[in-house]
């Protein structure tokens, strides 16, 4: 079955710091993956997303992230954060063919310190 | 374009009441997913539909969940009865191959 795990659930950094969140995937097969973003107050959003190809991909806001397929990761990153940045941040997996299941991480809660 | 609607937005009932939660999802999104995101935790699969079809039901609890996709369009989940412990937010997304929008979910409160 699958799963994603991610390892920091809760980050505090100061403005201008650099992020990395980690996620990591269990499944063998190919995926699809997604980081989504919570603003307080605010629904789900897509923030990037990897289904074939350059395995460094870019995101909205300055995000970016990297597929390592022999790590079954696929972390987030971002090389200087704004207090904006303050959100939960989720990591998803989609094993895709025909379930199309899309199963999600614990999150990462960030708080960005001005 | 029209996001996923839900409503209501915020429900308050007390224990072994019933409730039921409704999603619009985006017009011609075949996919449509409901989950259910208890404070501090990631948003969990409770049923997925393709179409009108349920493709994923393995984690919704049966005894007292239950979920339909009319025409293969809105949705509703239904709890009954409600136990405290379904205190949380119920995500109705949907999708048109892989990449899924939320709507802005139903927070739930059992007291």
């Known amino acids: 079955a699958q799963s994603v795990s991610q390892h920091n659930h809760h980050v505090i950094l100061s403005e201008a710091a650099s992020l990395e969140l980690g996620c990591n995937y269990s499944?063998?097969?190919?995926?699809?993956l997604f980081w989504y973003v919570q603003y307080p107050g605010q629904h789900l959003q897509l923030l990037l997303k990897y289904f074939s190809g350059d395995p460094l991909v870019k995101g909205i806001k300055g995000f970016e992230a990297e597929f390592i397929k022999s790590k079954f990761s696929f972390n987030l990153r971002k090389p200087s954060v704004q207090w904006s940045d303050t959100a939960e941040y989720f990591c998803?997996?989609?094993?895709?063919?025909?379930?199309?299941?899309?199963?999600f991480g614990t999150g990462t809660l960030l708080a960005v310190q001005p | 374009e029209a996001g996923v609607a839900q409503s209501p937005r915020y429900k308050i009932i007390e224990k072994r009441q019933s409730v039921a939660f409704w999603c619009n999802p985006i017009?011609?999104?075949?996919?449509l997913y409901w989950y259910q995101q208890i404070l501090g935790q990631g948003p969990k699969l409770l049923i997925q539909f393709q179409n009108n079809g349920v493709v994923d039901d393995s984690q919704l609890p049966k005894d007292r969940f239950s979920a339909e996709r009319l025409k293969g369009v809105d949705s509703t989940l239904k709890i009954q009865p409600a136990k405290l412990e379904d205190s949380a937010v119920y995500l109705c997304a949907s999708s048109p191959f892989t990449e899924a929008f939320f709507g802005q979910g139903t927070r739930l409160t059992v007291v």
């Open positions: 998803a997996v989609n094993a895709g063919g025909a379930t199309n299941k899309l199963i």
């Open positions: 017009s011609g999104h075949a996919t």
């Open positions: 499944y063998g097969g190919t995926v699809n």
